[in-house]
């Protein structure tokens, strides 16, 4: 390219808020790239109008076309990473070809994100379970709100310390969900509390996604009696409630109006997560003079305060504020109190403590090195017990194991007296392994190949065949944490909870199976399959009962709409093949065929068996780090991804390839990284914000 054009579309890219076209990326698009699309990609990809994957190579006419488009970027990026174009079918790249177009790519896409806009969080109201903590926290109550069963474990021992960093060798617990409905200690929740539904998790994501809590005319009424009902609860009494002498009993001596203002000054600053404006602390005093004027005693009339705080928009809205004059309102900083409010929905899952309001107040919590401080004492405290019983679970995917209902007659032993099922001792096994990793510290590797599990007498009969799993106590249940001698078992992957939850109830399904670990594992989930795609018949049907699960597959993967993202999940579905519907181990089918798992990860690591299947996963650590973060930091901003947060990713997961892998050290990593510290209040590209004057 002449170098007058060069320098006429550098003005270009500088005016629009593109980043300086360097000539040699120019030139590698021209004489590389452009030319092998053509030779190898167009066909499939913008030609004739085929668009496989909706990708249209056709259409990249110049450079700039393709700086604009980071998404497209990644995606070849990755097709060409791990071979999966062009096709089997097709003239394969040299290698040397395919080597120079990833290094090609990655400088171009690096370029492209340096002006790539985060993406924007609705505001949102609290979920379910961040109003109950917040509730919880703010009136420093003893007990929750309402009965939470997306806390899918209920703990008996006190055994959450992360301060301490040893996880005990046994441990009682219960499902809450398929355990028996009672807790045999004292009732959940406040009588009369008058609870909304539960929030739902997002198909790829978790139920804090502001996208998914928006607030219906019906559901703000719900709040509204929630609110009343609350102070209204014989529960919120002396006993239950800690602040009760400080904030509800009347002062002994001086103005009562007075002592509510003070009360109040620092409770609102509590509720809102920011200091409240002298005019809404008088409307809240005047509101609290004109029910002690009618008659209301002290404690009532704070009730009543307390209702109209719990019903406010600034106590149920999570939102980012926008600053006036901001150049890069896309890109904008957080301020101190919106930091405040980040960490401790992500860690906490509830609202800033009074250290972190002070500190931010202070403007000293962005401050490197108090940030630091404060991130790990976070971590080390019992709050983030909301953090493993809110993350865990949802990444896991584990509310499928309540609907899990394998067939009574194939698998008697499934099932124990009055419906209840073994499931409810293997839900207990991927969460207390994930809280064992957590509260010691351990590597994020071993959530995949752990040197050792939980198991209740129930579970390990069952791990081990024994038809006489039925019996045991369906409230409390005791796990031990016991060695894992055989690599066939342990971590999130090869357990009976997500084998059982990823198979029909007669059969198991390699197909959900691998999408799961697609999405679960590498944070890579693959696209909903054509709405044409028959269902896999019986194997009761003719000849079919005779063939393996493999081959019952074949047609799908011929299907040419199909094969591309069956050739990605299919090896690692098959590769879990030996783990029957209800996960016990099997080396053969009903129908005497042997158990073949054998298959390629990602085009590069042969294996043989599932034990082999694990050991490739390990060797992809820089993938399942990359993922997990994502999936972390998609919790923690409570949104989607956009290829703006990559490069944080990106360096998240070089500092695990050097051996920074421990949990906690993620977590931190994730609570810096530059996404998490950066709000979008416009939702527009950098080079078309508007600034105000």
């Not at 929630?226 to 001086?254: A, H, Y």
């Not at 783990?579 to 390629?600: C, F, M």
Request: hydrophobic fraction near 35%; charged fraction near 25%.
């Amino acid at each position: 390219m002449p170098v007058k054009n060069l320098i006429h579309l550098a003005a270009f890219a500088i005016a629009i808020g593109l980043p300086p076209v360097r000539s040699d990326a120019t030139d590698a698009f021209s004489s590389l790239l452009q030319p092998t699309f053509a030779a190898h990609c167009v066909k499939c990809h913008g030609e004739e109008g085929r668009l496989e994957g909706e990708v249209n190579l056709l259409n990249l006419r110049s450079f700039s076309d393709l700086l604009r488009q980071p998404d497209l970027l990644e995606t070849l990026i990755g097709v060409l990473s791990d071979q999966d174009m062009p096709p089997e079918e097709e003239e394969p790249l040299e290698v040397g070809t395919r080597d120079a177009m990833i290094q090609h790519l990655e400088a171009i896409l690096e370029q492209s994100l340096a002006t790539q806009s985060f993406a924007s969080t609705p505001i949102r109201r609290m979920n379910r379970f961040q109003y109950n903590n917040a509730v919880v926290d703010l009136l420093e109550l003893e007990r929750n709100i309402f009965r939470l069963n997306e806390r899918l474990m209920r703990r008996y021992t006190d055994y959450f310390h992360p301060e301490k960093g040893k996880m005990p060798p046994e441990v009682e617990v219960a499902s809450r969900p398929l355990g028996k409905d009672r807790d045999l200690q004292r009732a959940e929740g406040f009588m009369g509390a008058a609870a909304f539904p539960q929030d739902l998790r997002a198909e790829h994501g978790y139920d804090n996604r502001a996208d998914h809590l928006t607030l219906s005319p019906l559901l703000l009424e719900s709040f509204l009696l929630l609110s009343q009902t609350i102070v209204d609860s014989r529960d919120l009494n002396p006993k239950e409630c800690r602040s009760w002498n400080r904030f509800f009993m009347p002062p002994t001596d001086g103005d009562q109006l007075q002592a509510i203002r003070t009360r109040l000054t620092e409770f609102l600053r509590r509720a809102f997560r920011r200091p409240v404006n002298p005019e809404t602390l008088d409307r809240f005093v005047a509101f609290a003079k004109n029910s002690l004027e009618s008659g209301a005693s002290f404690t009532t009339t704070m009730k009543t305060v307390v209702g109209a705080t719990l019903a406010s928009p600034d106590f149920l809205y999570l939102y980012d504020t926008q600053e006036r004059g901001e150049a890069s309102a896309t890109r904008q900083p957080l301020g101190d109190f919106e930091l405040a409010s980040r960490l401790s929905f992500f860690l906490w899952s509830s609202i800033p403590d009074a250290t972190l309001l002070d500190l931010a107040q202070r403007g000293e919590l962005s401050e490197p090195s108090t940030l630091n401080a404060q991130i790990d004492r976070m971590l080390n405290d019992r709050r983030t017990a909301r953090f493993c019983e809110a993350f865990p679970s949802q990444w896991l995917q584990l509310d499928r194991l309540i609907t899990s209902i394998p067939d009574p007659e194939k698998f008697e032993s499934f099932y124990f007296v009055g419906g209840y099922r073994v499931s409810m001792h293997m839900m207990m096994e991927p969460l207390l392994l994930f809280e064992t990793v957590y509260i010691e510290d351990r590597s994020i590797l071993e959530l995949i190949d752990p040197k050792f599990s939980w198991r209740s007498d129930v579970l390990a009969r069952s791990y081990n065949g024994d038809a006489k799993t039925r019996g045991g106590s369906v409230n409390k249940i005791t796990f031990k944490r016991i060695p894992v001698t055989d690599p066939r078992w342990g971590g999130v992957i090869t357990n009976a909870a997500v084998m059982t939850m990823t198979s029909s109830p007669t059969r198991t399904q390699p197909i959900t199976r691998g999408a799961w670990v697609n999405t679960v594992i590498f944070n890579d989930p693959p696209d909903p399959p054509p709405a044409d795609v028959p269902p896999l018949p019986e194997p009761d049907e003719g000849y079919l009962k005779n063939l393996t699960i493999r081959e019952r597959f074949s047609e799908h993967r011929t299907r040419q709409d199909c094969a591309s993202c069956h050739k990605q999940i299919d090896p690692l579905g098959f590769a879990l093949e030996n783990y029957g519907p209800t996960g016990l181990w099997r080396d053969k089918y009903e129908n005497g065929r042997q158990v073949d798992p054998s298959g390629k990860l990602f085009n590069r690591h042969e294996f043989m068996t599932s034990v082999e299947f694990k050991r490739s996963i390990m060797k992809e650590k820089r993938r399942f780090v990359r993922g997990f973060s994502a999936h972390l930091l998609s919790y923690a901003l409570g949104r989607e991804l956009s290829p703006a947060d990559s490069p944080a990713l990106a360096k998240i997961a070089e500092s695990a390839m050097s051996g920074q892998d421990s949990i906690r050290t993620i977590l931190k990593m994730v609570a810096l990284s530059e996404p998490f510290h950066h709000k979008n209040t416009r939702g527009a590209p950098l080079g078309e914000v508007e600034h105000e004057e």
